[in-house]
């Protein structure tokens, strides 16, 4: 999952009641086959996987042999592959250094400690811009909102506390934080950059810890038509524990704005009584990456020209700074337990010669920790025409480490596959439910998002708990432990039950899409419709492009 840091509140969930439930069918896997697969990637031999690395490529022959041998077809550019190519920046910080400047007064700030340079900006070597505080800096026309209105914003930076007032729905929120959204914002109102400030009630994790990785590359696609952050000179993360620094002489405390953003209240918006003063140098390369696409053929002859998509990303975070002395981030869980299930509903597809009037894209995205970069990319050059993908099912660290009796469906109310699953799942024993935490933005976090973003219904799904249920505990101390951690390897507990019975509903899941014959469709309230109607947003081309992919 990619790591974007949200507001974290805990809100209770609406279970969603079926009355009918069909049969139960009987289960096809154990979890040992999954386990095996998961064995092999996520060993210490494959590196991490980090983008562009040997390790990630090691990973990924091991997928295309074993699609070769379930009989898979190659369905990418150059057989299996689609590459893709990336440019890496890297702050150079002895380099670099930020500050703030009152009345000719300059107070320097310490990278890591108070705040950080996110290079998935292409930062201007020199920016030197007053600072205006705009509450969560949203921008939603739908629910007449707008951090931005009346303020004079042209040539400056904002500064901002990640969250989202009470009363936007989830979807909306997530919609408008995302990266692509908050720079064509900062574009539209004249503001050359952005500071972040953490919601210290909202993190997924420690400032230590992101702090840790700062001068680690970020990655940016390198086709120009796919930078969302094309214009934005500056962009800094800034550690709520330092940041009353920001609000120096304003006659507000970041104490007062982190208690209303805790609460999710309305926030002020004022000019700060200071300038920033950022100077950088960035050291950038190019890097080159795949995605892997794979086909499995339907039988129908009016309907095995169309996809149903099972996507995961291969993609981990490499070697980085050791966590009791263990250097490699081996993601486990995060992700080679979804590639793994993608592999063994493959396996088992093929093996069981199960009927599919549609054909089944396996896609193994890179770049999903870099921002959801390779799936991004897939969407924008999809190697089938892109309106005959009928449904996305994304597997993203499903968290088999409980066991399976909540299944959490992120984008449940949104299309027709919610509905469809919360049958299955309930044919399993297994009670469907919507985000219990709609405020980490989930349904954004991972490569689903890349497939809703050119109209497809799309899911992604969990083994879920209960608000307030000692499962609950368990979830949040594997993400407080492990998650983005070198402790996810293969050494954590894991239910091998829960996996297989997860797998159990996504194998029927896809096999029920692939022959109903009404592909599923978004539900007609839901917010995500709207990419139906601009099936083009990122001003892409819709033509398939086969061997002149830039
Ligand atoms: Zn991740």
């Known amino acids: 999952m990619f790591k974007r840091l949200r507001l974290v509140?805990?809100?209770?969930?609406?279970?969603v009641a079926q009355n009918s439930s069909p049969p139960a069918s009987k289960p096809n896997f154990d979890g040992q086959s999954w386990w095996c697969y998961v064995k092999v990637l996520a060993a210490d031999d494959m590196e991490g996987r980090e983008t562009g690395s040997a390790g990630l490529r090691r990973a990924e022959a091991y997928i295309v042999e074993q699609l070769r041998k379930d009989g898979l077809q190659p369905a990418g550019v150059?057989?299996?592959y689609q590459p893709v190519k990336f440019i890496s920046r890297r702050i150079d910080e002895p380099n670099s250094r930020l500050a703030l400047v009152r009345a000719g007064w300059t107070e320097p700030l310490v990278l890591g400690?108070?705040?950080l340079f996110s290079t998935r900006v292409p930062l201007a070597p020199e920016v030197d811009a007053p600072l205006t505080f705009v509450g969560y800096g949203l921008r939603v026309p739908e629910e007449k909102y707008d951090d931005y209105a009346g303020l004079d914003l042209k040539g400056k930076v904002v500064v901002l506390i990640l969250?989202?007032?009470?009363?936007?729905?989830?979807?909306i929120a997530d919609h408008y934080q995302s990266p692509e959204q908050m720079f064509q914002t900062l574009r539209d109102v004249g503001a050359v950059g952005v500071i972040m400030v953490l919601n210290p009630a909202a993190?997924?994790?420690t400032w230590e810890r992101i702090a840790m990785r700062r001068t680690a590359a970020t990655m940016s696609l390198a086709d120009p038509k796919l930078s969302p952050a094309r214009g934005i000179q500056l962009s800094v993360m800034f550690n709520p524990a330092t940041a009353q620094k920001l609000f120096q002489g304003t006659g507000h405390s970041f104490e007062e704005i982190a208690a209303l953003a805790k609460d999710r209240k309305p926030m002020p918006h004022f000019p700060l009584n200071a300038s920033v003063q950022a100077r950088t140098r960035v050291i950038e390369a190019p890097v080159e990456s795949e995605n892997i696409v794979a086909k499995l053929p339907g039988s129908s002859p009016t309907l095995?020209?169309?996809?149903?998509?099972?996507?995961s990303h291969i993609d981990h975070l490499g070697i980085g700074a050791p966590i009791h002395g263990h250097a490699i981030y081996n993601g486990a869980m995060d992700n080679a337990s979804g590639c793994a299930l993608n592999l063994d509903i493959a396996d088992e597809l093929h093996r069981t010669h199960a009927k599919l009037d549609r054909s089944v894209l396996f896609v193994f995205v890179t770049a999903e920790e870099k921002g959801l970069l390779g799936s991004e990319y897939f969407a924008a050059y999809p190697t089938v025409p892109r309106h005959s993908m009928?449904?996305?099912i994304n597997t993203d660290m499903f968290l088999p480490i409980l066991p399976l009796k909540v299944l959490t469906v992120y984008g449940l109310a949104e299309s027709t596959l919610g509905d469809e699953v919360t049958r299955i799942a309930q044919a399993n024993g297994v009670e469907a439910q919507p985000d219990p935490e709609p405020l980490r933005n989930a349904f954004i976090r991972s490569d689903q998002y890349s497939f809703v973003r050119i109209g497809v219904?799309?899911?992604?799904?969990?083994v879920g708990f209960k608000p307030g249920s000692p499962e609950e505990n368990t979830a949040h101390k594997w993400l407080s432990e492990r998650y983005h951690a070198p402790a996810d390897n293969l050494q954590q507990p894991v239910d091998l039950q829960a996996a297989a019975k997860f797998e159990d509903i996504v194998e029927e899941l896809t096999v029920k899409v692939a022959n109903d014959p009404q592909p599923p469709s978004w539900k007609s309230d839901s917010f995500f419709r709207r990419f139906l109607q601009q099936p083009d947003p990122a001003g892409m081309p819709l033509e398939v492009y086969e061997d002149d992919c830039p």
């Open 203 to 205: 993190m997924d994790t």
């Open 9 to 15: 509140l805990l809100l209770s969930s609406v279970a």
């Open 78 to 80: 150059h057989g299996f």
């Open 390 to 392: 009928v449904a996305n």
């Open 457 to 462: 219904p799309a899911l992604v799904m969990q």
């Open 163 to 171: 969250g989202s007032p009470a009363g936007m729905p989830g979807p």
């Open 113 to 115: 400690q108070d705040a």
């Open 304 to 311: 095995k020209d169309q996809y149903v998509v099972l996507s």
